[in-house]
């Protein structure tokens, strides 16, 4: 039951969900300091559109390519900058990766970005934007600028309070899940980094604590807490929202973080868990998959056409524990969208339609090539 069960679910929390947290609250608090800077020199400078879209859509998670999705609706930038933020942002999974292997994940996203940019200057050179006729300005931005809060959120970014307090009450009275996830990750942090970089013999760690596994404990603990904030908000995919790609406070900050930590760390788990439990009942080591070749290309670049992070974090996390190829991936990160296009979609559907496509085609394109080059 350990092997089978408990240690997927303590690896989800203590490989990536912790380091998820760390780097979230990070470039939230980033987003909080320095968020409107890069896009107001875009407005000043247009033809640094795709640039800036490649860039702010190549950073981790979805804050990033959420923020230019209202600057389109508004006319401010160029369908190329939607394209170029579209193609590099590889959504929350890209946590996924970065928690697992660093250089790894430099290395995918620097092709991620040198594709968004080459593929938003296309299409701006093609004068391709769907929503160049009929806009108007005035209208759009009066609804950008009072979008309506999804059910269930509060206007800050997180779940709705009274639901998180009727699902935690397994939570020391007073203690809101913020701060619970917090306090855990804080000391599964100190665990998790000497156990992941091998700095330390975990038996070494179990024989300190009189025999209990800190790694394990922490691991499972934490991992339960993401399944009780996850559905504290009701198992949306994310609470990115145009409030939260410009939180007002650092306390916001640390909220949404823990909301979309504990999202990737569930989906993260139920990837750990299922192949898990599939490679150990079947003896399927994933080097038999069907998803090689020229059809896992296609594959992974039409489930990249589904909105959200959801199916995307699961299937990176089909990567990291052996179940894909690598081509696979590439084309998978390229063509899906992140929780941009769903903004993008309330706000310009038929631009989200045509984006969501024409992102497909450099990630099927890419996939096909390393097949060749690998």
């Known amino acids: 039951m350990t092997e089978l069960l408990l240690r997927p679910l303590a690896d989800a929390f203590m490989q990536v969900?912790?380091?998820v947290a760390v780097m979230v609250a990070l470039f939230g608090w980033l987003r909080w300091r320095y968020g409107d800077r890069a896009t107001d020199g875009l407005t000043k400078h247009?033809?640094?559109?795709?640039?800036?879209g490649a860039l702010l859509g190549v950073s981790p998670g979805c804050g990033g390519a959420i923020i230019l999705m209202p600057l389109y609706a508004r006319g401010k930038v160029s369908f190329g900058t939607v394209i170029a933020a579209l193609a590099a942002t590889m959504g929350d999974s890209s946590w996924v990766v970065i928690a697992w292997n660093p250089l790894f994940a430099l290395k995918i996203h620097l092709l991620l970005f040198a594709v968004g940019l080459?593929?938003?200057?296309?299409?701006?050179?093609?004068?391709?934007?769907?929503?160049?006729?009929g806009r108007s300005v005035a209208a759009e931005a009066a609804?950008?600028?009072a979008p309506a809060a999804p059910a269930g959120l509060v206007a800050a970014g997180g779940p709705d309070r009274g639901a998180s307090r009727r699902l935690l009450g397994l939570l020391p009275p007073r203690v809101p899940a913020a701060k619970a996830f917090w306090g855990l990750t804080t000391p599964a942090f100190a665990v998790s980094v000497p156990v992941v970089f091998q700095m330390v013999?975990?038996?070494?760690?179990?024989?300190?604590?009189?025999g209990v596994d800190p790694y394990l404990a922490l691991g499972v603990l934490g991992t339960f807490t993401a399944v009780l904030i996850f559905a504290a908000g009701r198992g949306r995919f994310a609470d990115d929202t145009l409030e939260t790609a410009r939180p007002q406070s650092f306390r916001a900050t640390l909220r949404h973080s823990a909301h979309e930590a504990s999202f990737i760390t569930v989906w993260v788990a139920v990837a750990?868990?299922?192949?898990?439990?599939?490679?150990?009942?079947t003896g399927f080591?994933?080097?038999q998959l069907a998803l090689t070749g020229l059809l896992g290309v296609l594959v992974g670049a039409g489930i990249g056409l589904i909105p959200g992070c959801a199916v995307q974090i699961v299937f990176t996390g089909l990567y990291v524990s052996g179940g894909l190829p690598l081509p696979t991936l590439v084309a998978n990160a390229l063509s899906q969208d992140g929780d941009a296009l769903i903004p993008l979609a309330a706000l310009r559907r038929r631009s989200a339609l045509l984006a969501t496509?024409?992102?497909t085609i450099p990630a099927a394109a890419v996939g096909a090539a390393l097949l060749v080059l690998l």
């Open 201 to 210: 013999d975990p038996g070494t760690l179990t024989r300190a604590f009189g």
């Open 143 to 145: 609804r950008v600028d």
């Open 46 to 52: 247009p033809r640094l559109g795709p640039l800036v």
């Open 272 to 281: 750990y868990v299922g192949w898990q439990v599939f490679t150990t009942t």
């Open 17 to 19: 969900g912790v380091y």
């Open 285 to 287: 080591d994933g080097s």
């Open 118 to 133: 080459v593929t938003g200057y296309v299409v701006d050179a093609l004068g391709i934007d769907p929503a160049r006729r």
């Open 357 to 359: 496509v024409i992102t």
